[in-house]
């Protein structure tokens, strides 16, 4: 079974990006034609192991990198739950929800919102991921066919490079909204 060629193009394109080279300078690199590294990019063609293998070269990667499947899948912890550290000396308690992949950014919203219309959101550029903290209510989140319910408290993260949704579900829903490109 070869590898699906939408799979290698998403990752090349990534992996291209996430390092700042443009497409002329990896076909440098890589000793193929820059054409040929632009049909790769756009899904088209059928890539030889060689040429796979130059690329990964050219960008500094691992083969499996450019080959693989990226999955990603919804991510929730309830409040309460989760891993956590606590203080010696004082009543502190910190909980990680996640960390920041190399090579992110992450920009970090508070969200005041009402029942009503949901807001739903068209995918954000490949890679994309949001997290999302009810700091107060309840909402319904994440992507538009597995949605969840969320209360204060409750932390999630889903793939927004899919449409998503965030419908409050009560007065005054509070979230922090951190919104993560790679």
């Known amino acids: 079974m070869s590898i699906p060629i939408e799979i290698i193009a998403k990752n090349l394109h990534t992996e291209r990006t996430n390092v700042g080279l443009s497409l002329g300078e990896v076909a440098r690199r890589a000793g193929v034609a820059k054409s040929t590294l632009s049909q790769l990019e756009s899904g088209q063609g059928n890539p030889s192991l060689e040429t796979l293998w130059a690329l990964c070269v050219a960008l500094n990667i691992p083969f499996a990198k450019l080959v693989e499947a990226h999955t990603q899948s919804s991510h929730i912890i309830r409040y309460g739950d989760g891993a956590s550290v606590t203080s010696e000396i004082s009543n502190y308690q910190a909980v990680l929800l996640a960390t920041c992949p190399p090579n992110a950014r992450r920009d970090v919203y508070i969200l005041t919102t009402q029942p009503g219309e949901p807001r739903c959101s ?18 319904k989140v994440g992507l538009i066919d597995a949605s969840e319910v969320l209360n204060a408290g409750d932390y999630m993260s889903y793939p927004a490079d899919q449409e998503h949704i965030f419908e409050a579900l009560e007065q005054d829903t509070r979230a922090i909204l951190i919104s993560e490109q790679r």
């Not at 995918?123 to 909402?139: D, K, L, N, R, Y």
């Open 122 to 139: 068209q995918p954000h550029p490949v890679g994309s991921v949001e997290h999302i903290i009810i700091m107060q209510g309840s909402a």
